[in-house]
């Protein structure tokens, strides 16, 4: 499925759909792409793990687009993902604070999130230590198993 004809084509189906991540499995082969962000970053990456799928915690590379000197750099991120589909809560309640926000510093142990899936709220771990970046989903929002939720920069 991997050949790179086949690939043009899902590229093309995204443009032409106007789709900012796209994901294709063929057994036990998966083919994910994601197009840039509005805000210019790309992101790259996706680890699999042992049994063929994604890594839960996978390392990524992402694009800073303008660095104090103008220029280019990559950087490295570790995504935190939904390891279940579910709908996806920043606080334990409406009003609640966020468990976490872009710029703290979580360890293996802090909880970042709730996934609700049939009534049943599961707390989820950080799992990682360093400092949030990015939020990737917004609160109330579904979720699939293995969706990226959090990007931190790891310490």
């Known amino acids: 499925m991997a050949d790179i ?14 789709l900012v991540e796209l994901s294709v499995r063929d057994g036990d082969q998966e083919i994910k792409l994601r197009r840039p962000t509005a805000g210019g970053d790309v992101v790259v990456g996706g680890s699999l793990n042992s049994r063929g799928g994604q ?19 990559a950087i490295e991120y570790v995504e935190i993902r939904s390891p279940m589909v579910g709908t996806f809560y920043t606080a334990p309640d409406p009003d609640s604070a966020p468990y976490v ?13 709730v996934l609700e899936a049939m009534k049943v709220f599961s707390e989820i771990k950080a799992e990682v230590s360093g400092r ?10 579904a979720v699939e198993y ?10």
């Open 5 to 18: 004809e086949k690939i043009r084509q899902l590229v093309e189906m995204m443009i032409a759909n106007d």
């Open 55 to 73: 890594a839960l915690n996978a390392p990524v590379a992402a694009i800073d687009p303008a660095d104090s000197n103008g220029e280019t750099t």
């Open 101 to 113: 926000k872009p710029g703290d510093r979580v360890g293996p142990a802090t909880v970042v999130c």
């Open 132 to 141: 949030v970046e990015r939020i990737l989903v917004k609160n109330g929002e």
């Open 146 to 155: 293995g969706q990226p939720l959090f990007l931190v920069r790891p310490d």
